[in-house]
């Protein structure tokens, strides 16, 4: 049988709309993600009876734990649609769930208006987000892995961390634009919504790129070979336990270093270190720029000397680097905050730069969406949202300021016995022997066949 090789030459103009359509997803989700955050303490009030305000909040942040919780649900479903009807269906359907669900909570009704129905409708909404937020990574990290060109798949993929880091500070100016234009009470009033119907353009806009797209070449390859999984979850527990191994813990250095620096940091810089809400939130932006600045360079460079060396430097920094990173931090001087942030910053950005491109060339095309999404859904549900949680409560208990350190080297760690672990895959074919042997060889379990790069 003839089928289309993956490496027919993709136009310019298809690429940029691949690369368009891989990472607006993301971008609406950090968004959304970080508009949420940045406004806990007004949808407390907003959605939660005030009798006691910190049980308000700690219910606005419960809300976002679920949001967590049910993310790798949405990976077990998103993953199978992705690997069984392709990556562009799954994209579509996403980020319309995801859409929906933001404008949901930016009409909702308060808690004045509708009593408990306000919270409960929230907490709907919220799941439905983290269902959709389970499957977003998965299927761009599978649809632009797939899409880009081989010698430059590092590039191309990185492009998805672009797209989350610039959510990300998206949410962060409109939140302070909207914070130093209106008061608190006009806020609490109303103006709390239009940052999330801001989302809502942005989401159905990606949503008509995303269905205007033609699939990925692997994946035509596949329904041209009739070699389309049927049970993707199950092919992936049984035959690719140790790829799921390894991505979980390269996610696990990933997400943690990520909420760290880009989440927990302020926290840490205003009640520990003393530093102003200004300044905290003014270094956060640089490492968020630095992070765009430098995450497609990463990929690119990837691309040229392969994706094992830049995860080896970046584990190895978070091992060696962290304590001397937060103790130049928390010498009080502004250039120090500075120098301390922006190293945790690059560091990152190293990570950010490599780690979708590396995970997803671990599996093979059956079951790559499925993988990618159970690894990142399951680590991010257990390691992301905890990270705030678990720093403030051990610092508490040991009254050691160098807390967030140590917890950077014990994911450093980690990530670094992952990648040892790894081959180099730069540059590989993502068709594998799978891919193209019978279906029915794939579900008998009698080979255990591997991918070929492994």
Known sequence: MTINHPETPVSQKGLRKSVMAGSIGVFVHWFEWAVYAY??????????????STAALLSVFAVFAISFGVRPLGAVIFGTLGDRIGRKKTLSIVILSMSGATLVVGLLPTYDAIGIWAPVLLVAARV???????????SAAAFLAEYSPRKHRGFGVSWLE??????????????????TLVDARAIENGAWRIPFLLAVPMGLIGFY????????????????????PQSPVKEVFRLHRKQLLQMSGLEIMMHVTFYVVLVYLLTYQEKVLGFDAGTAALLSTVASIAGLILVPICGAVSDRIGRRPLLIVAAISLIVLSVPLFLVMGSGTPWAGTVGTLGLGIILALILGVHAAAAAELFPTRTRQTGLSVAYSVTAAI????????LTWLIAQTGNDLVPAFYLILVGVIGLAAVLSMKETKGIEL???????????????GSGKQSLQQ
């Open 39 to 52: 406004l806990a303490s007004t949808i407390a009030v907003i959605f939660f009876p005030q009798q006691d």
């Open 431 to 445: 068709l594998t022997g799978e891919d193209v042997a019978p279906a029915k060889a794939m579900v008998s379990g």
């Open 383 to 390: 390691f992301a949202g905890t990270v705030p949680y678990v």
């Open 162 to 179: 672009f797209g989350s880091l610039l959510g990300f500070l998206a949410a962060s100016l409109v939140v302070l634009v909207l914070t």
């Open 128 to 138: 439905v987000q983290g269902l959709a937020a389970g499957g977003e990574f998965g």
């Open 209 to 228: 790129i995303r269905t205007k797209i033609e699939d990925t070449p692997e994946f035509r390859s596949l329904e041209q070979l009739e070699n389309v």
